[in-house]
């Protein structure tokens, strides 16, 4: 079904598509080329059966390597038969029946990362196929881009998605390169700002052409981009890595930092097979009503204390979201002093003083009252691990 919206004109997003970030599940990090429509629809049934679509996560995204490698005679993108014998039309219709939303990859260059038809002259066509097929969400990558202008060519198929008339979030994968928080907002509902994602805390795997970058490297790759980011249009800090490979607390403090940034949440493991310790992670309500705020700003590091990062959020109704980082890999002792702070954000006019103003805390992850900013904070915290408030007055 085709969606006409009106009162809205040509050359333009379809607005409103993404108030808080997106939330949901993307194929590559875990599968890669490896991926079916089984696996796609049993992703879906997981989503329902194991609570992540009540925690707030609804979109399916297949990621590169699901077409042929060439187009048919029309011109058109065909879904590999192999993989997807059933088609994308029927495929997109069993995640909608679940109340789920379902995306889709591609690129703006000749061909894609995975070395498939790329959109580049194709836009207009790609976009109605996708639009027929009920696709909600497109992933657009920047690999064969040679000699093109990046705001032209994801501007080009913004274009595309909306003349054909169904709303689409909009993905802009470019990897930071073309400083896409300067004019995204008005182009997709989301922009990349590093390299692909590795599943480790503070890591570069070097592949030669190219780099994969740990949790903490992605977090630093750029700065001062904050102020570009809010309703509508995230600064993407990457799929998850959460139950890849990496220790409990590393997975905490990875999902704790996407809320803290206002990133999108898009699950990178298999949550098929996802142990206890992943779920509780994943689905923490508290955590996740951090990254979903309708303030929707990012937050800020705050200070160092000693190997400790203390990050802070504003949020709606006058609400703080605080985090202390223990960037070591042994235990640290944390003592602190909210009566001794003044805390002005540095890009939006939001500012708190602690010796004025009381705030009782939240502990997130363990969903305990933890008494009021009146007292000292005296805590151990875990080797790569968080601890996390929400202030209320």
């Known amino acids: 079904m085709l969606f006409f919206l009106p009162g809205l004109i040509f050359g333009q997003k379809f607005p409103d598509l993404a108030p808080t970030p997106p939330m949901g599940w993307n194929s590559w990090n875990t599968f890669k080329i490896n991926i079916s429509e089984n696996l796609i629809k049993e992703i879906a049934d997981a989503f329902v059966k194991d609570g992540y679509k009540d925690a707030g996560y609804k979109y399916i995204i297949i990621d590169d390597c699901w077409s042929l490698k060439q187009r048919d005679e029309a011109g058109n993108l065909v879904p590999d038969p192999a993989k997807f014998p059933g088609g994308m039309k029927a495929l997109a219709d069993y995640v909608h029946t679940r109340g789920l939303k379902i995306g889709i990859y591609s690129c703006a260059g000749t061909r894609t990362c995975g070395d498939y038809p790329g959109s580049k002259g194709f836009e207009s066509l790609d976009a109605k196929l996708f639009a027929s097929w009920g696709i909600d969400y497109l992933k657009y990558d920047w690999c064969n881009t040679t000699g093109l202008d990046a705001e032209k060519a994801y501007t080009t198929m913004r274009d595309a998605l909306f003349a054909a008339g169904r709303p689409v979030v909009f993905g802009i994968c470019d990897w930071g390169d073309n400083q896409p928080w300067l004019w995204g907002k008005k182009t997709g509902q989301l922009w990349r700002i590093s390299g692909d994602i590795a599943p480790c805390f503070d890591c570069v795997i070097d592949h030669g052409s190219y780099k994969d970058w740990g949790v903490m490297k992605v977090v630093y790759v750029r700065k001062d981009i904050r102020k570009y980011a809010g309703p509508d249009g995230w600064n993407d800090f990457d799929m998850m890595e959460v139950g890849n490979g990496m220790t ?112 009782r805390l939240f502990n997130i992850w363990t969903g305990k009252k933890a008494g009021t900013t009146g007292n000292v904070v005296k805590a151990q915290i875990a080797g790569h691990d968080v601890l996390v408030f929400r202030l209320s007055n």
């Open 248 to 359: 409990v607390s590393e997975n905490r403090t990875h999902f704790t930092l996407w809320c803290m940034l206002a990133s999108a949440l898009i699950m990178g493991n298999d949550v098929r097979s996802a142990d206890p310790a992943t779920v509780g992670i994943l689905t923490n309500k508290d955590m996740i009503s951090v990254n979903q705020d309708t303030l929707g700003i990012q937050a800020f590091k705050y200070k160092d204390i000693d190997s400790t990062e203390v990050w802070v959020k504003p949020m709606k109704n006058k609400e703080w979201a605080v985090c202390f980082l223990n960037r070591k890999k042994e235990p640290v002792s944390l003592e602190f002093n909210w009566t001794e702070h003044k805390i002005s954000d540095p890009d939006f006019d939001f500012k708190v003083d602690f010796s004025k103003e009381k705030f």
